[in-house]
T-cell receptor
Framework: AQSVTQLGSHVSVSEGALVLLRCNYSSSVPPYLFWYVQYPNQGLQLLLKYTSAATLVKGINGFEAEFKKSETSFHLTKPSAHMSDAAEYFCAVRDRGSTLGRLYFGRGTQLTVWP | SQTIHQWPATLVQPVGSPLSLECTVEGTSNPNLYWYRQAAGRGLQLLFYSVGIGQISSEVPQNLSASRPQDRQFILSSKKLLLSDSGFYLC?????????????FGQGTRLTVV
């Protein structure tokens, strides 16, 4: 079974600072990779996904993530944090070719942005 | 258009009472549907998934059950709630085995068992 590791359950940055949220996956075959954001008491919103050859993926709200096969990583970054970025972020993976489509989630990282 | 509805949004129930959470999908047929739970300070745990009417797979033994009475309806139930059932429950619809895979999530249900 897949496993997803998000290093750091809480990350705090100042407004305008770089945001870096880490995600590593376990499978030897690169899966499909996703980052989701969750605001309090809401469902998950897709930020970006990696499903093809382009290793640098750009998403919504200025976020991007880079797939690094050698490091089995898919870290999420944003050059300049905004107060509205404060939320919980989840990394998720899905096995390629799986008809079931199950998503395996990391434990989440709570991002706090200080003024 | 493709949408997923989940209700209720919040629920406060006493220990020992029953539970029924409903999820419905629009804009597709025969979707793969999932129930996830997010407990305080923890990630998303898959509870059940269903690939068709009457087909339910359970990921973890627990006090909950799920049913798929109609193609686009997925229900999470309990006969007697426990305190440990408190959490945030999310219904999800995940599409396709290809690179066009997408996941749609309901707005979630905040369940507090008191």
């Amino acid at each position: 079974a897949q496993s997803v590791t998000q290093l750091g359950s809480h990350v705090s940055v100042s407004e305008g600072a770089l945001v870096l949220l880490r995600c590593n996956y376990s499978s030897s075959v690169p899966p499909y990779l996703f980052w989701y954001v969750q605001y309090p008491n809401q469902g998950l919103q897709l930020l970006l996904k990696y499903t093809s050859a382009a290793t640098l993926v750009k998403g919504i709200n200025g976020f991007e993530a880079e797939f690094k096969k050698s490091e089995t990583s898919f870290h999420l970054t944003k050059p300049s944090a905004h107060m509205s970025d404060a939320a919980e972020y989840f990394c998720a993976v899905r096995d390629r070719g799986s008809t079931l489509g199950r998503l395996y989630f990391g434990r989440g990282t709570q991002l706090t942005v200080w003024p | 258009s493709q949408t997923i509805h989940q209700w209720p949004a919040t629920l406060v129930q006493p220990v020992g009472s029953p539970l029924s959470l409903e999820c419905t999908v629009e804009g597709t047929s025969n979707p793969n549907l999932y129930w996830y739970r997010q407990a305080a300070g923890r990630g998303l745990q898959l509870l059940f998934y269903s690939v068709g009417i009457g087909q339910i797979s359970s990921e973890v033994p627990q006090n909950l059950s799920a049913s798929r009475p109609q193609d686009r309806q997925f229900i999470l139930s309990s006969k007697k709630l426990l305190l440990s059932d408190s959490g945030f429950y999310l219904c999800a619809w995940i599409t396709g085995p290809t690179s066009n895979t997408e996941a749609f999530f309901g707005q979630g249900t905040r369940l507090t068992v008191v």
